[in-house]
């Protein structure tokens, strides 16, 4: 298993360019099933799990091309099983994304339940929720999901929970269903806008993507695409509090400001400075930052996927912290790694109580998830000595280079087998 060797780093200064973003191309890659032509996605990152994808395509009956970095290109002649292996379905959640697609062009769909980070329960019942809704007949047997569908009709669905997933998954299944779908109580998160934008690309009618109401009029069929993937915020962040950590100087490249205005007011809360232009933001840190409280919460609050990271940031700075995370109950994992490293923290059901302190110290920890992951090397960035983190295939389902990019920044950081 591979290991991340990261030591007390200078402030990181240069310049950085985020990549596509991981929650954007999972659904979008799912829903090239439905075009009867060839998609063309631009910006897709090299990530574990975009692996994991093109093989759940590919084992569904796709054909995916990717001949320039960055560039894939999927045609499906013909969709000859619908049943995604269950060797990649436990190994990533957004493998069940494809369910919608199945249903909406052969009407049927047979699912493992999905794996992916232990980060707590995530149900996907609002998913099967609507699918129901649409017509379709579910069944549950020894872990499996079956749907079935003669044919799938436009309903108002009410999801009790903004649920990201849920969304694109019904919304996809919608676009091929016989008259209108309304989603009540949609998540409102970027990478939905970015999916939704795809599918109109292709014929789709889907209108209110981005708000808590989305409408979409069915279509007889989907055509070819060529799309860009959105900037993957979430990358953003990280980078913005890894300057911030260290008391450096980032410029990042490729940034969607409008996607990290929560992440940027808490920065500024805690006396960072952060200062955009065009497409590109400038981060400069202070050798003395003080605490700031934080409650994650569905876009466009306070993203889950930063509470971690955070948390980190939050490690060292002046004062006292409460963080709580309202998304996820089981995501706090990284709490005891983090006081392997002499993080001061106390949790109190879903909040975090955190005791700023002069320093951190190199210990040997684990990424129990990816958010986590990325949470310990920014850590280690400042912590005394050496710090060595396992289970780092974690890190590498959802950051492209991560390390290569940290190295760019002056970070010193290792990868050893």
């Known amino acids: ?41 631009k910006e897709i990152p090299e990530l574990e799990d975009v692996v994991v994808m093109k093989d759940v395509l590919g084992a569904i009956g796709s054909k995916v091309q990717q001949e320039d970095k960055g560039v894939v290109e999927i045609t499906t002649p013909a969709i000859w099983s619908c049943e995604a292996p269950n060797d990649l379905v436990k190994r990533m959640r957004a493998s069940f994304l494809v369910m919608g697609p199945l249903l909406a062009k052969k009407g049927k769909a047979r699912m493992y339940m ?7 329960v995530r149900p996907v019942d609002l998913h099967l929720k609507g699918f129901s809704a649409l017509g379709t007949e579910i069944t549950q047997e020894r872990g499996y999901i079956e749907a079935k569908a003669k044919k799938l009709r436009g309903a108002t669905i009410y999801l009790d929970f903004p649920s990201v997933g849920a969304t694109e998954n019904i919304m996809m299944a919608a676009c091929l269903a016989e008259g209108q779908t309304v989603i ?20 789709a009618r889907i209108k209110g993507a981005g708000t808590d109401t989305i409408r979409i009029e069915g279509v007889k069929q989907l055509g070819s695409a060529e799309h860009t993937v959105i900037p993957d915020r979430i990358e953003v962040g990280t980078f913005m509090i890894a300057a911030a950590i260290t008391g450096g100087d980032i410029i990042i490249d490729n940034v969607i400001m409008d996607h990290v205005v929560s992440i940027t007011a ?12 065009g497409s590109s933001v400038r981060v400069k ?31 060292v700075a002046k004062g006292n912290s409460v963080i709580i995370e309202t998304v996820f109950e089981n995501r706090f994992l990284h709490v005891e790694e983090l006081k392997r490293m002499g993080a001061k923290i106390k949790i109190e059901g879903r909040s975090a109580i955190v005791e700023g302190v002069p320093r951190l110290t190199g210990a040997q920890v684990k990424a129990t998830d990816l958010r986590a992951g990325a949470a310990l090397v920014l850590a ?8 060595e983190i396992s289970d780092v295939f974690h890190i590498d389902r959802g950051y492209e280079r991560f390390e290569e990019k940290l190295k760019g920044l002056g970070a010193i950081i290792t990868r050893v087998q």
């Open 114 to 120: 999905p794996g992916g980070c232990n980060i707590g």
């Open 1 to 41: 298993m591979a290991r991340l060797l990261v030591e007390k780093s200078p402030p990181l200064k240069g310049r950085v360019k985020v990549s596509g973003a991981k929650n954007s191309v999972l659904p979008i890659m799912a829903a090239s099933l439905m075009s009867e032509g060839t998609v063309t996605i």
């Open 266 to 277: 808490k920065l500024k809360e805690a006396g960072i400075e952060v200062m955009p232009y």
């Open 380 to 387: 280690g960035l400042v912590a005394e000595g050496v710090s």
């Open 285 to 315: 840190g202070k050798e003395c930052f003080k605490a700031t409280d934080v409650k994650t919460l569905p876009y466009p609050g306070f993203p889950t996927d930063m509470q971690a990271p955070f948390m980190a940031l939050m490690s």
């Open 184 to 203: 009540e109580n949609a998540a409102e998160e970027p990478e939905i806008v970015d999916l939704a934008n795809f599918l109109n690309k292709m014929g």
